[in-house]
């Protein structure tokens, strides 16, 4: 069994009566450092984080991950990783000053001014996280910098454009009004089931409605629960269980609901249509699964900018609604039902491809495969 890493405690220097996402940043940081495990296990090892300024976590964990390193901004200590008592006596007092400590000897600084990139482990890309002061005049750019920095590097078209300042405002009323994740997603959820009665029984429009209500929401519940440091276990099966179960029973009760349009499909349409998609849809997943257990979990969109661009519009639930959306507008929803098919086949065929072509990546190189989006700013 492998040892478990010694972690450094976690403290919270100073006070700050503004709170981001509802949450004092003493509480915040409290969260971050109980979902990283961070519990003083290394000794006399703390991460200081300043009251006075707010960083994305992915700084917390870059800072946790390297002791003796200090972030400074504005000529003071942002945050700071303290190996010893002497350091983090020193490193309270220039944070209570506003000032670069005495005695620096064992420290490494790090200018935020100076546009450091770190390696995003979580969204696996290189980045400049956000780190700024935490007051009420900038708290609402603070929200869009830490709802954005949570936000999926490479996901379909429609929750990469179309829908992110939607959900932007509904997870600010739902921190405000105190709703946990897991609220939003049985929300999310029933609107689900909704929308798949309704495409049994042909009615398309309120069908498509109400799904879009529950696609919205299922990114609101992923990003409050980053925002406010909610992420958990349970919230993670409930939330993804209901992401993977729940498409194949949209496409079979739309095609099964064409019979009130009088567009029934002849039988054996039916089951090359039903086949291709649930098929597909099933081999798709698996694919992703090889692919990502080979390669150290990264996900196959990520591998090459091809691969994030293709993702936009690969042949998932969102992509899918989109072209049952524009045969609606044709008043031909079975001629949607046929395209969803044609397009889950083509987008099988193109990740098998990937996969091939990674598999005689990964032969010459010798190892793992990496993400450009790593690379990018390396």
Not at 51 to 63: E, G, I, M, N
Not at 199 to 227: E, I, P
Request: aromatic content about 10%; glycine content about 8%.
């Amino acid at each position: 069994m492998k040892n478990r890493q010694a972690s450094p405690s976690i403290e919270t220097v100073g006070t700050n009566p503004t709170k981001l996402w509802g949450l004092t940043n003493e509480e915040r940081h409290r969260r971050i450092g109980a979902a990283n495990g961070y519990d003083g296990s290394a000794g006399e090892a703390v991460l200081l984080v300043n009251a006075s300024y707010v960083a994305d976590p992915a700084w917390v964990r870059h800072l946790a991950d390297n002791p003796g390193l200090v972030l400074m901004i504005d000529g003071t200590p942002a945050l700071a990783h303290a190996t010893s008592a002497e350091q983090a006596e020193a490193l309270r007092k220039a944070i209570h000053a506003g000032n670069t400590p005495d005695g620096t000897e064992g420290l490494d600084f790090l200018r935020y001014e100076d546009g450091p990139t770190i390696e995003n482990k979580q969204l696996r890309k290189r980045e400049t996280p956000f780190l700024t002061k935490l007051e009420p005049a900038t708290l609402r750019s603070i929200e869009r910098s830490s709802y954005f920095g949570a936000y999926k590097g490479v996901t379909d078209i429609l929750t990469k454009y179309l829908w992110p300042e939607w959900a932007l405002i509904l997870t600010r009323l739902a921190a405000r009004i105190g709703m946990t994740p897991n609220m939003v997603t049985a929300i999310g959820a029933v609107m689900c089931i909704a929308a798949t009665v309704a495409f049994a029984f042909g009615h398309y429009w309120s069908g498509m409605a109400m799904g879009l209500v529950f696609m919205v929401l299922d990114t609101v519940d992923g990003k409050l629960a980053r925002c406010t440091i909610t992420s958990s276990w349970w919230g993670n099966i409930f939330d993804h269980g209901i992401d993977l179960v729940h498409p194949p029973f949209w496409w079979w009760f739309w095609a099964t609901g064409l019979v009130y349009w009088g567009l029934e499909l002849d039988n054996t349409t039916f089951w090359w249509v039903q086949g291709a998609i649930q098929g597909g849809y099933v081999l798709q997943r698996l694919i992703e699964g090889v692919f990502m257990r080979r390669n150290g979990m990264m996900h196959i969109h990520v591998w090459r900018r091809f691969d994030s661009q293709f993702r936009l519009i690969t042949a998932r639930r969102n992509p899918n609604m989109v072209i049952l959306f524009v045969s609606m507008l044709a008043g031909r929803p079975d001629i949607g039902i046929i395209a969803v098919a044609w397009w889950t086949v083509i987008s099988l065929l193109v990740h098998m491809v990937q996969l091939v072509q990674a598999e005689i990546a990964r032969a010459r190189k010798g190892s793992q495969l990496t993400s450009w989006l790593a690379e990018e700013g390396a």
